[in-house]
C-alpha cells in the first residue's frame, strides 16, 4: 500500500471519530473486465464494486451515472443541446440526428448484492439500484453488475471516431456511482457539463482487439504481454488484455487507437509522463518537444500549488478540445507548441483542482475550471520568462482575465457562482463564470490579501484538503487564516451575487496648503482601495486604504512607498484623505494603479494635473 492510499484512509477514519474536525467522504473499490468488440463498437462489462459507508446514514438505495445514454436522440443532453440560446457547436443537433448504430447506451443485463438480483429502473443517465439489504453506518456492501455498452461517434468527449481520426475516447464509459456526501446523493442527469465521485481504487482489465494501442489512467501491470511501446512481447491470439490499476482517484479513462507513438519521459523524481499521439508533420515536431517542456513546469506547478503524488501522468490525444481525468488527459494534438503546451497545462492543473482537491463541480465549477485557469496562466508565463517557450511574458499574467471579464460583468448575462453548472440560462454565462470569473476569484483575493499570505494560502489549501472534497467555505477559511484577515464578505459578493464593483475619483481640491481628495463608490461591492499620486518632482506614493469589513490590511511585499490609511467604512460611498502637498506639485492620481480591481467603469480612475 503507498502512502498516498494510506493516507486517504486514515483521513477517513479521522473523519469518522473527529466529526467537528473532518467531514466522512465515502469510499469505493472498482474491479473491471471489459471485452471489447470495435467491429460493432460495444463491449461487455462485468463489474463488482465495493462501497464503504463511511455516512451517518443508512443507505437502502444506490446511483449510478449512465452516461452514454446522453447520446441518445430526445436525451436531456440532446434537448438542452438545441434548446439553450447559445448552442455548443460540438454538440448542435448532432444527438438528434444519431442512427441506432451511432447512438451510445447501457443496457444493463443483471445487477446482485451477494446472490440477489436487485431491482432498479433507468432514469435517462442515471441508474437507481433498490438494496436488499441496506448498508448501515460503517458498513461495506459488494454490488455485481453485468452490462453492454456501446460507444457513440464522439460528438462530447467520449465516443469513437474523433475529428483528428482517434478510434476511442473512452471517457465517462462505465456505471459510475453518484457520489453521496452531506448533503445526499448527487444525480444530475448528464448534459455535458461536470462530475462528482467518491475515492477509490480502480483494477480494470480490456479485452481489445490486438492491433489497438491502449492508454488510460494508473499503471499497466503487464507490460510484457502487450505492446504499444511498452513491450514488443505482445501475444499472438486476436486481442490482447490490458490490465491498468489506479488508487485514490474518482474516474477512469482510456483510449484505444491502432496508430498511437507512445513516447516516455521520467522525470527526477521518478515520475513517468506517457505521451500518446499519432504523428504526422505537424504533430512531430510539437509532440517531441513536448516532455522537457512539461517537466519543468511540474517543477514550477509543485513549488506553487503542492507535490503532484502519482506515479505518472498521461497526455492523450483523443477527445474533442482537452479534458481532465485522473493521471491522464485528452486533449487534441494537430497543435502548435504553444497551443500544445497550453491546453495540456490547463488539463494537468486539474490534477489538483478536481482530482486531489475535488470540489463537487456541478456546484462549484469555478473552483475546478477556473482555478485551473489561474494556474494554467501562471505557468504558462513562467515558461516564457524562463524562454522555455517562445512569447513575451507578462507583468502580470491575469490582466486579460480581468479584462474579459469586466466587459461580461457589463453585458447583462452574468449569473451568480452560485449557480448549479448544467441550469445557467447560456454556456457563455456559464464559461465565463466557470472559467474566467472563478479565475478572477484568485486573482482578487492576491490583489485583497497579498502575494506572500495569497502563496501561502494556496499551499495551505492543498495540504489540508487534498484527497478531500471541499468547498467555497473551505477554501475561504483557508485563505482567512493565511492572512489573518476576514474575507467572508468578499465570498458572499463574489459566489452569491452579480453585484459589480466601481469606485472612481469623485473630486480633488486644495485646502490649507493640502490636497484634498475624495473617492466615490458608485457599485455595491465594497472592495480595498488602491491610490497612486506622482508628483512633479518625480515621487510616486501608493495610498491604500483597507476595506473595513476586513479587520485588517494586505500585507504588501514592498512597504517604502506605501502610504496606508484609515480604513472605508462598507456602508459609506464616499471617502476622503488629504496630503501635506498643494495641487501644484501633484502631476497625476490614478486610483487602481495595476488594473488588477475588477472595477468596471475605469473612466473615472485617472485625473493629470499635468501642466
Not at 455535458?192 to 492508454?215: L, N, Q, S
Request: proline residues 5%; aromatic residues 14%; hydrophobic residues 35%.
Amino acid at each position: 500500500m503507498n502512502l498516498t492510499r494510506l493516507s486517504v484512509i486514515l483521513i477517513g477514519c479521522l473523519n469518522m471519530t473527529h466529526a467537528q474536525s473532518y467531514r466522512w467522504q465515502q469510499r469505493v473499490e472498482y474491479k473491471m473486465q471489459i471485452d471489447f468488440d470495435a467491429d460493432n463498437h460495444q463491449f461487455d462489462g462485468n463489474q463488482n464494486l465495493k462501497l464503504w459507508n463511511n455516512s451517518p446514514d443508512t443507505l437502502k438505495k444506490l446511483f449510478y451515472h449512465l452516461y452514454f445514454n446522453a447520446f441518445q436522440p430526445g436525451s436531456d443532453m440532446d434537448i438542452k443541446s438545441r434548446e439553450i440560446a447559445d448552442p455548443d457547436p460540438r454538440i448542435g443537433n448532432r444527438i438528434q440526428k444519431l442512427n441506432k448504430e451511432e447512438i451510445g447506451f447501457h443496457k444493463i443485463y443483471f445487477i446482485k448484492q451477494g446472490r440477489e438480483r436487485l431491482k432498479y429502473t433507468v432514469h435517462g443517465t442515471i441508474l437507481e439500484v433498490l438494496l436488499e439489504k441496506p448498508v448501515k453506518p460503517g458498513e461495506s456492501v459488494t454490488i455485481d453488475m453485468s452490462f453492454r455498452s456501446q460507444v457513440p461517434v464522439q460528438i462530447r468527449r467520449s465516443g469513437r471516431n474523433n475529428a483528428e481520426g482517434i478510434d476511442y475516447s473512452m471517457a465517462q464509459w462505465y456505471p459510475k456511482l453518484c457520489n453521496y456526501d452531506e448533503q445526499g446523493w448527487h444525480t444530475p442527469s448528464y448534459i455535458a457539463r461536470e462530475f462528482y465521485g467518491p475515492w477509490g481504487d480502480f483494477d480494470v482489465t480490456i479485452y481489445m482487439d490486438k492491433k489497438y494501442c491502449i492508454a488510460a489512467t494508473g499503471i499497466l501491470q503487464n507490460p510484457d504481454e502487450v505492446g504499444c511501446g511498452y513491450s514488443k512481447n505482445a501475444t499472438n491470439r486476436n486481442k490482447k488484455v490490458w490490465k491498468f490499476h489506479a488508487e485514490n482517484v474518482h474516474d477512469f479513462v482510456w483510449t484505444a487507437d491502432p496508430d498511437y507513438t507512445h513516447t516516455t519521459f521520467t522525470r527526477k523524481n521518478g515520475c513517468v509522463l506517457h505521451f500518446f499521439y499519432q504523428e504526422n508533420e505537424k504533430t512531430k515536431e510539437s509532440w517531441s518537444q513536448l516532455p522537457k517542456i512539461l517537466d519543468k513546469a511540474f517543477d514550477f506547478i509543485e513549488t506553487k500549488y503542492g507535490p503532484y503524488p502519482f506515479p505518472a501522468y498521461s497526455f492523450i490525444q483523443g477527445g474533442d478540445g482537452g479534458m481532465e481525468y485522473p493521471m491522464a488527459t485528452l486533449i487534441t494534438g494537430n497543435r502548435s507548441i504553444n497551443s500544445l503546451v497550453g491546453v495540456s497545462l490547463h488539463e494537468l492543473m486539474h490534477s489538483w483542482y478536481q482530482m486531489m482537491l475535488a470540489t463537487n463541480e456541478s456546484l462549484y465549477p469555478w473552483m475546478d475550471e477556473g482555478f485551473a485557469s489561474y494556474a494554467e496562466e501562471e505557468v504558462f508565463n513562467y515558461l516564457k520568462q524562463e524562454k522555455i517557450i517562445s512569447g513575451e511574458p507578462a507583468i502580470d499574467p491575469h490582466l486579460e482575465t480581468i479584462k474579459n471579464y469586466i466587459a461580461f460583468a457589463q453585458s447583462g448575462l452574468e449569473e451568480a457562482l452560485s449557480t448549479h453548472a448544467d441550469h445557467y440560462a447560456t454556456n457563455r454565462a456559464y464559461g465565463m463564470a466557470a472559467y474566467v470569473k472563478g479565475a478572477v476569484c484568485l486573482a482578487e483575493l492576491k490583489y485583497i490579501i497579498g502575494e506572500n499570505a495569497f502563496n501561502k494560502g494556496m499551499l495551505d489549501y492543498y495540504w489540508q484538503w487534498k484527497f478531500r472534497h471541499p468547498n467555497p467555505n473551505d477554501f475561504i477559511r483557508v485563505m482567512e487564516k493565511a492572512a489573518d484577515l476576514e474575507l467572508d464578505w468578499f465570498k458572499e459578493y463574489f459566489v452569491y451575487t452579480t453585484k459589480k464593483v466601481d469606485y472612481g475619483i469623485d473630486s480633488i481640491y486644495e485646502a490649507n496648503g493640502k490636497s484634498i481628495i475624495k473617492l466615490k463608490r458608485y457599485e455595491l461591492f465594497p472592495m480595498p482601495i488602491e491610490v497612486k499620486v506622482s508628483f512633479t518632482d518625480g515621487k510616486q506614493i501608493l495610498y491604500y486604504i483597507p476595506l473595513d469589513l476586513m479587520m485588517g490590511s494586505k500585507q504588501f511585499t514592498d512597504t517604502k512607498r506605501v502610504q496606508p490609511l484609515p480604513a472605508w467604512s462598507w456602508v459609506n460611498p464616499v471617502y476622503q484623505f488629504d496630503i501635506d502637498r498643494k495641487l501644484s506639485e501633484i502631476s497625476e492620481i490614478r486610483l487602481n494603479p495595476e488594473n488588477q480591481l475588477i472595477d468596471i467603469n475605469s473612466s473615472n480612475d485617472v485625473i493629470s494635473l499635468k501642466k
